[in-house]
């Protein structure tokens, strides 16, 4: 588990009626329905839900069928969808989420509650506990991944580029964002170098539905780009201040 400073005891007591589930969605009509089922039953239908889709299926289509608020555009990678997911979302708290049914949406509470307890960054954590639903060359890297960050940061992480994240809404707003490809390690690196509360948290991690869309040489050779750049990046803004 990584934290970070001393917890405020007062903080807001927040619910499912304070929390924005979102996701990039691209030809997920094999999945789609099936976690927004999820979210549904976990947050008794209060979350709102919000979709960037770029699909050429009837991801969409299901997507509004489901409940979900979406707004459809040209695909550009996935970062480009989280990012204008997460600043499309109007509630106090933001989890993000992949539209492939990998990541256990009965863990929504307990995210919630970690928020409540003062965290501003909850992310999931799918590789401490085996990872077993992972293809073993993308356990590799996401070890990795981790244990690259870990020194460039000077701070142990488990897990740089889960997709299961839950974020203060003011953390999303406050952090300009950069990367594509290599968003998800960005929204780990940034918060937690700028010194946000942040915590780690074991989650499991299910073999996913539908083909992957991410190759995972080049995708692997962007995220160890943005692992590396990033931290850097931090390094040098704490010394220009």
Not at 132 to 159: K, Q, Y
Request: charged share 30%; net charge negative; aromatic share 6%.
């Amino acid at each position: 588990m990584v934290a970070q400073a001393t917890l405020d005891t007062e903080t807001e007591d927040y619910s499912f009626d304070d929390l924005s589930v979102v996701m990039g969605t691209y030809n997920e009509e094999e999945a789609i329905e099936t976690v927004l089922s999820d979210i549904d039953r976990v947050t008794e239908g209060r979350a709102e839900v919000v979709c960037v889709d770029g699909s050429s299926d009837s991801t969409p289509e299901v997507a509004r069928e489901m409940g979900a608020r979406v707004i459809e555009q040209k695909p550009q990678g996935y970062g480009v969808a989280v990012r204008e997911a997460l600043l499309s979302a109007d509630r106090p708290v933001v989890v993000t989420t992949d539209c492939d049914d990998t990541y256990p949406m009965e863990r929504l509470p307990d995210f919630l509650e970690l928020v409540n307890e003062g965290y501003d960054v909850v992310s999931g954590d799918r590789v401490s506990g085996g990872a077993d639903a992972m293809p073993s060359l993308n356990e590799f890297g996401n070890r990795l991944f981790a244990l690259t960050a870990s020194v460039l940061m000077l701070r142990h992480v488990h897990d740089t580029t889960t997709g299961m994240r839950a974020y203060r809404r003011e953390v999303i707003e406050e952090t300009a964002w950069t990367e594509n490809t290599g968003l998800s390690a960005e929204l780990l690196i940034r918060p937690l170098m700028r010194g946000y509360d942040v915590t780690e948290v074991p989650i499991e991690y299910d073999e996913r539905l539908g083909e992957t869309k991410l190759d995972p040489f080049a995708g692997g050779a962007a995220i160890g780009k943005s692992v590396v750049k990033v931290p850097l990046q931090e390094w040098w803004r704490r010394l220009l201040s």
